[in-house]
């Protein structure tokens, strides 16, 4: 089993900056993708950004693409992202993830989520 703890959220202005981590624990070594999902006051939720822990390949949403960047630490199993130009369309709960397969399939465990919050 996995247990992901994801931190980070917070209130801003819209153009303003985040950075979310995610640190993972328990059996990390099964893991061969991390990301990061989000889902809107109105109930959508995206896939929005994912990184191979193999092969270092990241993936986005084009409605991130360009401002937000994930990154990971192996020594400390973490993976952040990296969040720039924040926008009121991007007021979610983002949750990190991960999967024991690859990062075209589904996620198999999840964090608790961290509430975003951007104001006009």
């Not at 995610?22 to 059996?27: E, I, K, L, V, Y």
């Not at 092969?55 to 969040?83: C, E, P």
């Amino acid at each position: 089993h996995v247990n992901l703890v994801d931190t980070g959220g917070d209130s801003v202005s819209a153009g303003g900056s985040l950075r979310l981590s995610c640190t993972a624990s328990g059996a990390t070594h099964s893991l061969e993708c991390m990301g990061w999902s989000r889902q809107t006051p109105g109930g959508r939720r995206e896939r929005i950004a994912q990184i191979s822990t193999l092969s270092g390949i990241t993936t986005y949403a084009d409605s991130v693409k360009g401002r937000f960047t994930i990154s990971q630490d192996k020594a400390k199993n973490t993976v952040y992202l990296q969040m720039n130009n924040l926008k009121p369309d991007d007021t979610a709960m983002y949750y990190c993830a991960a999967a024991v397969g690859s990062c075209d399939g589904p996620y198999s465990y999840w964090g608790q989520g961290t509430q975003v919050t951007v104001s006009s």
